[in-house]
Each structure stands twice: as structure tokens, then as C-alpha cells.
């Protein structure tokens, strides 16, 4: 058990994800590891090997020395490079060396977890390897697995978990990126105010509020005159915003009031991971 329950509160979510993720894999067949997931250009095993390698370097474990390919077409910018280097050094590992790592990996960091008192503001080493709040780093770690959790159930068929620990430390994040990806992102005008109702296994409402000078918050009441309302269920939404589909793929699970223009824009740039 850890002393703060802020840092509680993500451990077990992050743990609840990642044991789901070794159940996942654990029984694949070879050929398994190479299906495509939701996550652009990136397979199942791909997928296992982001997920060690960051959890790795999460230990404190240097970085491989590895120098990719040049034909990765999915990889456009210097953020998709450094975080394919964890991938690509494991692509042509074996499914028993896959699952072997990943055990072993969940190992270390659980005993880590249990063993972690210091103060959730201590600055420690990101995944990106810069410096942030221990807290910080945890939730972003709880929302990242959740998420990479999902991108496999879809990629074998194995949906569940929409509603587990995971998804409230995503949904809570996902709404905390909501006011810059509308005001700033999107350039919804000053004074007005967009509505996202979603519903499912986790529901809910919420608006964002564009003051006088263009600047974006979110709150929980509802808005008399919104410029735009976005209604979906909670797999949608947070698809969108993690740039597992475009909103073409999902018009008829969205439900869209207000002024049309404005709503495209708001849907292109809901995206808010790589």
C-alpha cells in the first residue's frame, strides 16, 4: 500500500490494466502477436513491447542503443522516433520472450508500486524522459496502459473493461485536455460554449466554456445556449480522442446540435495522443 492515495488510486488502475494485458497475450498463438491494432502501425506485439519499454525506463532502466530502420512509414516525427525505439528493438522477439519480459516487468514495477512513499509533487524521470510530479507520471502511466489495453481487445476480439479503474483515470484526463483542444485546436469563438453528453459504461456531461479572451476551462453544468452539442457513447469518445478512428468511421454513433462548422472542427482536432 502506498502512503498518499492519489498515488493509490493510479497504481491500482495501471495494475488492473496491465495484469488484463498479460491474461490477453499470454495465450496467443505466434501468429497473434502480428495483428493489426487500433494504434496506427503498430501490431500486437508492438503494442506489449511499448508497454515494457516504458515501463522499463519507468524503473530507471537505460534506454536501448538502437538505431531504426528508414522505411517505418509511421513514423513522421521525433516524438513517434523515440518512442519506436523501445518497439522496434523487440520486433522480432518470440511469443514466449514476449510474455516472459512483460511477467517479469509487471514483477518489478508492482514491487516498486507497493514500495513507492515518497511525496506524490517529488519530481521523478517521465516516460518521455523529462522531469515531472510522481503523481503526474503514475496517472499518465494508468491512462496509457488503459488505453494500449483497449487497442488489443479490439485488435482480438475481446471486448471488456470499459468501465474499469482504467477508464475513469482516462476519462478524467481526456476532459482535462477538452478546453485546449476546442479553444486553441479547433479556435471556438469567444463567448461561447461547447456540451459533450456521453454515455455507456461511463457517462458523462460536460461543458466547455470559452471566455472573452478565447481561453478554454470545463465544468459540469450545463450550458442554456451552447454553440455546439456533441452527444456519443464513452467507447466513441474516447476513440476519437485518442486518434483510434477518424469521426467519418463513427457518424452514426455521433449525434451533433449547433453549428455544424464548428463541430467538424472540434471532431478533427479531438485527438490528443501521438
Known sequence: MTVHPSIQTYADAWTHSVEAISELVTPLAEGSW???TPCYGWSVRDIVSHVIGLECEMLGD???IHSLPRDLYHVQTELQRYMEVQVDVRRHHTSPEMTAELEYTIIRRSRQLRNETRDPQTQVRGPLGNQEPLEE??????FDVWVHEQDLRTALDAPANLDSPGAYVARDLLISGLPKSIAK???????SAVVFDVDGPVDFLRTVRIDAEGKGTVDNAPSLGPAVTLACDWETFYRLCCGRVRPG????????DGDQDLAEAILQNLPMTP
Open 249 to 256: 468511421a463513427v457518424r452514426d454513433r455521433l449525434k451533433v
Open 137 to 142: 507520471a503514475l496517472r499518465k502511466r494508468a
Open 34 to 36: 502480428n495483428l493489426a
Open 62 to 64: 537505460p534506454r536501448p
Open 185 to 191: 485546436g479547433a479556435g471556438a469563438p469567444a463567448n
